[in-house]
């Protein structure tokens, strides 16, 4: 990032009598130019699925989930104190991040995928999962996985541009079929009215919306037989990656204090801390 040449740099390396003295002064150096490139004055404009227990924006404003907060605690260890959700489609983030309408996007919002490497650069993995469907007890056992889905021409709601909608139709599920849905009340009310015969989620959104449902009988199948696991990680523009490696090193950070364990319990996501800790790099799982 930086090119510090003995010909042009104000400071005669001859002054640097000892190695000691000469690593105090880079690292005073770096760390300036470092902390120039973030303004932790502005605040931080998030973007959020409303997806609950991942990522919700309260009705008086309250950004949380387990994602913000993640985000929030690295955040501030960076040295901001203003943050802000923008609720948004899945498929709208990236052109959001793009044009500056975001400054990023939650840890609880976009997987890992090769694809979206290219847009956009992610942080080290925050979250790891499966994904699985929400159905009527009528329907369980019936189909365990997208493909025996679209053979049956089960009818399967979807987030718009969500990491199930891709899925969902990269693997058989007619374009007919995935029904996408605006938010989880209106997906709960649609299963309930028989509009659709499956809600496909991360497995713990597919608990908190059996919750909300208030019906018992609603079956989870997961994990589904043909996805893989996913990771999900907080998302950058490309030429922010000052943001990015200090989000990276507060999750480090993080991790190590315990406080990223007591975040993930709080939500009842303690049995996925194996998976994520075992989680590949995003370099990985971007294939570079």
Known sequence: ???????????????????????????????????????????????????????????????????????????????????????????????ALQASRVKMVSSGGLAIRPERCEQVIFSEPVTCGSTGLLVRPEMAGKFDSYAKAGELGVKVGVIAGGLQEKDALARGVKRENA?????????????????????????????????????????IVVPLKDV??????????????????????????????GEFDKILIGYGMGPRLALIKNAPSTAAICGK
């Not at 209106?186 to 499956?198: F, N, T, V, Y």
């Open 1 to 95: 990032m930086f090119n510090i040449r003995a010909s042009s740099h104000p400071l005669s390396f001859t002054f640097l009598r000892s190695a000691p003295m000469a690593a105090a002064l880079l690292v005073a150096i770096f760390s300036n130019a470092y902390a120039q490139q973030l303004n932790t004055n502005e605040p931080v404009s998030i973007a959020i699925a409303n997806e609950p227990p991942f990522t919700e924006l309260k009705p008086d404003g309250t950004l949380t989930g387990s994602g913000p907060d993640v985000d929030i605690a690295i955040l501030k260890e960076a040295g901001f104190t203003q943050f802000k959700g923008e609720v948004m489609k899945y498929g709208a983030m990236i052109p």
């Open 179 to 219: 029904v996408v849905f605006p938010d989880q009340a209106s997906a709960i009310k649609m299963l309930a009215d028989g509009r659709i015969d499956a809600i496909a989620l991360a497995d713990y959104s597919l608990e908190k919306m059996k919750q909300l449902s208030g019906n018992p009988s609603l079956q």
């Open 228 to 257: 893989e696991v996913f990771c999900a990680a907080a998302a950058f523009r490309k030429d922010d990656t000052a943001l990015r490696d200090a989000y990276n090193s507060g999750l480090k950070k993080l991790r190590e204090s």
